[in-house]
C-alpha cells in the first residue's frame, strides 16, 4: 500500500521567489512519483516523474523535483515563481500495479504580485 | 489526437437518478481509470481497468459499475445516484499501469440533488 502527504494545503509566494511544495510518500515496494499540476477548472497535467533513473528529475516550466529515499520526499521546487504558477498542485505515488496512482491532497499555489 | 475525451461536462442529477459518464481515448492505451475529485481529499481511484474485458475495483467503488468492451472506451455508470457522489470525476488513460503517464481528461462536474 502507498500513502502520499502534502505539506500546506496552501502555499504562498511572491513572483520571483523561490516555490518549494512538499510530498512525503510511503511505499512498501520501490516507488514510481509525479507531480501534476490542475489549472482552474481543467483535467491534470503532468509536471514531472521518478521512475528509479535519476534522483533529480526536470519537468515542464522550470519545475524540477529531487527523489530522497532515507526521507522519503520528493520535493518540487522551482527558482523563481511566475504568476501562470498559481495552480493546484498533486503528488502521486505508484507502486507499479494496476491499482492506479495514490494522490496527496493538494498544495494550493497562490502568487503574489 | 484528441487525447482523453469525457462528457458530459456538466451533470445535475436528483438522488435516485442513473446515468453514464463516457470517457474515451484515441492513444491505443491498455490502461484506463475514474477517480472522483472532491475538495481537500485529492483524487480517488474509483474502477480500472488493464484491457478491454478486464476491471477491477479501486478503493471507491460503491455505487458505480464499469466495463470495457473496447480499448478506446470506458464509462462509468451510476446505478443510483446519491448526494454524497457529488464530485468532479476524471478518466485517465495510459500505456501500462505504473511507471507510465496517466493522461487526464476534462472532467465531469456532478451534482446530485
Known amino acids: 500500500a502507498q500513502s502520499v502527504t502534502q505539506l500546506g494545503s496552501h502555499v504562498s509566494v511572491s513572483e520571483g521567489a523561490l516555490v518549494l511544495l512538499r510530498c512525503n510518500y510511503s511505499?512498501?515496494?520501490?516507488?514510481?512519483l509525479f507531480w501534476y499540476v490542475q489549472y482552474p477548472n481543467q483535467g491534470l497535467q503532468l509536471l514531472l516523474k521518478y521512475t528509479s533513473a535519476a534522483t533529480l528529475v526536470k519537468g515542464i516550466n522550470g519545475f524540477e523535483a529531487e527523489f530522497k529515499k532515507s526521507e522519503t520526499s520528493f520535493h518540487l521546487t522551482k527558482p523563481s515563481a511566475h504568476m501562470s504558477d498559481a495552480a493546484e498542485y498533486f503528488c502521486a505515488v505508484s507502486g507499479g500495479g494496476a491499482d492506479g496512482l495514490t494522490f496527496g491532497k493538494g498544495t494550493h499555489l497562490i502568487i503574489q504580485p | 489526437n484528441a487525447g482523453v475525451t469525457q462528457t458530459p461536462k456538466f451533470q445535475v442529477l436528483k438522488t435516485g437518478q442513473s446515468m453514464t459518464l463516457q470517457c474515451a481515448q484515441d492513444m491505443n492505451h491498455e490502461y484506463m481509470s475514474w477517480y472522483r475529485q472532491d475538495p481537500g481529499m485529492g483524487l480517488r481511484l474509483i474502477h480500472y481497468?488493464?484491457?478491454?474485458?478486464?476491471?477491477d475495483q479501486g478503493e471507491v467503488p460503491n455505487g458505480y459499475n464499469v466495463s470495457r468492451s473496447t480499448t478506446e472506451d470506458f464509462p462509468l455508470r451510476l446505478l443510483s445516484a446519491a448526494p454524497s457522489q457529488t464530485s468532479v470525476y476524471f478518466c485517465?488513460?495510459?500505456?501500462?499501469?505504473?511507471?507510465?503517464?496517466?493522461?487526464f481528461g476534462p472532467g465531469t462536474r456532478l451534482t446530485v440533488t
Open positions: 511505499s512498501s515496494v520501490p516507488p514510481y
Open positions: 481497468s488493464v484491457g478491454a474485458g478486464i476491471t
Open positions: 485517465a488513460s495510459s500505456y501500462s499501469q505504473g511507471v507510465n503517464e496517466q493522461y
